[in-house]
């Protein structure tokens, strides 16, 4: 028996949900679940040793149909084919409290911004202005702060 990734995403309206999507699971309609995956970019999380973490995920993640999509040595990115959704880093002197990074869509660049302001007015330490992050890939541009609680929490447009 061969096992296929079959991942579909439907309007809420075609399946009664309260939400937006419906996403549906491994190897057919297995299983599934109302959410919205409109709010959440991408999530990282920072390993206190990034080669073991990189094993472990490989090995964890590739049952659920995901894989290694993108590899910097420092930080690497699982998902699918051209969409990292989770990534892993690690950095020199890391405490053992790790922040954790959410990134958050954003409809277009005016609400990087909005969210940029409001995070600084809120209290947030600003990480990196709003601007473009063209060594991310053409038309990322993001704003990067710290939350109250030392997380990294961004805001990006995919433009």
Known sequence: MQVGLDVRVLHADQIGCGSSYLRTG?????????????????LGINCADLAASKTFYDQVLAPLGYGRVLDYDVAVGYGTENDPAFWLSSYA????QREVHVAFRAADVAAVHAFHDAAVAAGAEVLHEPRPWPEYHPGYYGAFV??????????VFHG
Do not use: Q, S, W, Y
Request: proline share 6%.
């Open 146 to 155: 710290r939350d109250l609680d030392g997380n990294n929490i961004e805001a």
């Open 26 to 42: 491994v190897a057919g309609l297995v299983g599934a679940a109302c959410f919205d995956v409109t709010m959440i970019d991408h």
């Open 93 to 96: 002197n890391m405490p053992p």
